[in-house]
């Protein structure tokens, strides 16, 4: 499930400032080495609107409405993904195709 979400930061005086706006993928997990061993924590995985993907503690993110978003929008996000990708990498349009269907079979689609 894609969602629209709103990213925040914690300010200097602690308060949430929204920073950005991201698309959810899924949940994941973050740590923090304390005192007395690790603690692990809830996060959400977003992908920002340069392509990179963040681990965002889920205190953080507001989902912004109900709805997923629709495919067509994902297809451009996807499109734009893969743009930024040959254009950091260097890599040509087929080597990228050839990742991007590696992964698809991958999860079965």
């Known amino acids: 499930m894609k969602r629209k979400v709103i990213v ?30 690790i603690g692990n924590y809830s996060t959400a995985l977003v992908e920002m609107p340069d392509g990179s993907i963040e681990n965002v503690p889920v205190e ?18 996807r499109m734009a993904f ?8 260097g890599w040509g349009r ?3 195709k050839h990742i991007f269907e590696m992964a698809v079979d991958s999860v079965g689609l």
Do not use: P, W
């Not at 920073?19 to 923090?32: A, L, R, S, T």
């Not at 953080?60 to 996000?77: E, G, K, T």
């Not at 893969?82 to 990498?89: F, G, N, V």
């Open 8 to 37: 925040h930061k914690y300010s200097e005086d602690g308060d949430k400032v929204a920073v950005d706006n991201g698309i959810f993928h899924e949940f994941g997990c973050g740590y923090e080495v304390l005192e007395d061993g």
């Open 60 to 77: 953080l993110i507001v989902m912004r409405d109900n709805s997923v978003i629709a495919i067509d929008q994902i297809d451009q996000v």
């Open 82 to 89: 893969l743009h930024q990708l040959e254009r950091k990498t």
């Open 94 to 96: 087929n080597e990228i």
